[in-house]
């Protein structure tokens, strides 16, 4: 992972020139005097700590070789990829950085390191594929810190054909678990947008949600079973696919984003690869036609396995296809292009197929054919690269996320679209604000919104003003403060409030009897005692 943004350095490309064009035309962005900073350039304070807690450390790892601390090690473990994170690093900004980094092999060794962590005082943030947007690996401190990262616990423990099962290590990338689970003929089909470097520990322990949503569900909803490692003990759950054995503890350890544990190993549901996949586009005149549709086929019937829908501003941008951005006019870029995708059976993907389009041209869909489907299916992981592009080009760009009831979507696609427009026009930089539905159920949807506009004097303030009006927007309207990015340090003055004081009391009791010493991820998820 590139320390300074995202993903795979060689993967990134220049915004094209006449993108740029646009920017500087529409928004007034203008470049910036200087890139990022370089990486030998960055002042990294000594490691905090006494003798005592490193030779902890190591005895709780077997070996100095797992507990690094030179300064790219721990650069590399600073904060996450927000885009204020990556602001913040790019200007050599290392106020958040751990002392050590710890490399654990084994729940044994997970639970040493936290009881080593607790006897010196040493706070402890679990670090998979560091991809975190809402502040998950920046604690709220007054001591130093350990970054546990667990990419040493990779493996396929376990495999039930039978029951169509599969018992994961939490630092498993997505990438290597797809392929581990294809050498058996199965699939998770989980496949956020950070796909290429989120960890299986971490997609459970934010509540994750994959772009194959509507056919595969949650990542949560694919959960069987956990093992938890807390500075208590051991804490394992899941005995059979469903009980009612009294509340399921898995929901209590999904979410809880390493404030109350870390996992360290987790039980899903597989499925057969399937043999073929086919996407399509479909254009509707406007985004609530558009969303008749969705909601129609996430009721009725058939569900299709992908089902997004960008709004009229994010069609016409093209970013539901962005490899194609700065490539011209295509017919997919009037109206709202929604994206239907169909896995399985060449005989059931056909007959599904045939079905949804019916009920698409119901609503005033026109189909546009495979081209658009294949575009998105080749570009999807591409987002987070065209951030970086458009920061060195002196934009800036963030995304946000909610939920709610169908029946409050469109209030709530409103109220949070005229709050980021408002805000950031206000401050002087009228912003470009782009949404889309990614997520069905029966009774709702996400909305996923993208956010261009100059950056500011200061754009960290910037944005978090703005992204202050958006989360009250949300609050207002009916809306979870998140859907899949979860709560972190960036959501959680809002999540309280949508949590309630009786809930937060509840919570607050869990983490004391867990974490009676509040070493765990202080600040993320509830505030730190």
């Not at 129609?296 to 569900?303: E, F, I, K, V």
């Not at 978090?464 to 979870?480: F, V």
């Not at 959680?492 to 919570?507: H, S, T």
């Amino acid at each position: 992972m590139l320390w300074s943004g995202w993903g795979d350095p060689a993967e990134a490309a220049p915004l094209p020139d006449t993108v740029i064009g646009l920017l500087r035309d529409l928004l007034g962005v203008e470049p910036r005097g200087s890139g990022p900073v370089a990486l030998e350039d960055v002042t990294v304070p000594e490691p905090e700590g006494e003798p005592a807690a490193r030779r902890a450390l190591v005895a709780a790892v077997g070996g100095e070789e797992h507990v690094r601390t030179d300064p790219e090690a721990r650069i590399r473990h600073t904060r996450g990829k927000s885009t204020p994170d990556l602001l913040r690093i790019r200007a050599g900004d290392v106020t958040d950085v751990p002392a050590a980094v710890v490399l654990p092999a084994s729940h044994d060794e997970v639970l040493a390191v936290l009881g080593a962590c607790a006897e010196h005082g040493l706070a402890v943030v679990p670090f998979g594929g560091g991809t975190s947007v809402v502040g998950g690996l920046a604690p709220e401190r007054r001591g130093p810190f350990v970054a546990l990262d667990l990419r040493r616990m990779d493996g396929l423990l376990a495999l039930d054909p039978v029951s169509r099962t599969a018992t994961l290590q939490p630092g498993l990338r997505a990438p290597r678990a797809e392929a581990l689970l294809a050498e058996h003929g199965f699939t998770l089909g989980h496949f956020p947008q950070s796909y290429e470097w989120a960890t299986i520990g971490g997609f459970a322990a934010t509540r994750s949600s994959g772009q194959a949503s509507a056919g595969y569900g949650r990542f949560d909803e694919m959960v069987l079973g956990l093992t938890l490692a807390t500075p208590r003990g051991t804490l394992d759950t899941g005995r059979a696919p469903r009980s009612a054995a009294g509340p399921d503890l898995r929901q209590l350890v999904l979410g809880s984003e390493g404030a109350f544990g870390v996992i360290t190993a987790v039980t899903v549901r597989i499925r057969p690869v399937p043999p073929v996949r086919v996407y399509e586009g479909w254009r509707f005149d406007s985004f609530e036609e558009g969303t008749t549709a969705l909601r129609r086929l996430a009721q009725d019937g058939p569900r299709p396995t992908v089902l997004r829908l960008s709004d009229e501003t994010e069609t016409l941008v093209g970013l539901a296809q962005p490899d194609a951005i700065g490539s011209g006019p295509r017919e997919s870029s009037a109206g709202c292009l929604a994206v239907v995708g169909h896995e399985g059976t060449e005989e059931d993907t056909a007959h599904r197929g045939e079905r949804a389009a019916a009920v698409l041209r119901a609503c005033g869909g026109t189909p546009l054919g495979e081209e658009p489907g294949r575009r998105w299916a080749g570009g999807r992981y591409s987002a987070p690269y065209l951030r970086d592009a458009l920061l060195d080009a002196g934009a800036l760009v963030e995304t946000l996320e909610t939920a709610t009831f169908w029946s409050r979507v469109p209030e709530l696609y409103a109220a949070v679209r005229d709050a980021l427009t408002g805000t950031l026009t206000e401050a002087g930089t009228p912003p470009l604000v782009m949404c889309h539905i990614s997520h069905v159920y029966e009774n709702g949807a996400s909305l996923y919104f993208t956010v261009v506009s100059a950056q500011g004097e200061d754009a960290v303030a910037h944005w978090t003003r703005a992204k202050h009006a958006a989360n009250e927007a949300i609050l207002a309207a009916g809306g979870t403060i998140s859907h899949h990015h979860g709560v972190g340090t960036d959501h959680r003055d809002w999540y309280l409030r949508e949590a309630g004081p009786l809930g937060v009391d509840a919570l607050r009791a869990v983490k004391r009897r867990l974490d009676p010493d509040g070493v765990l991820n202080p600040g993320v998820l509830l505030p730190a005692d």
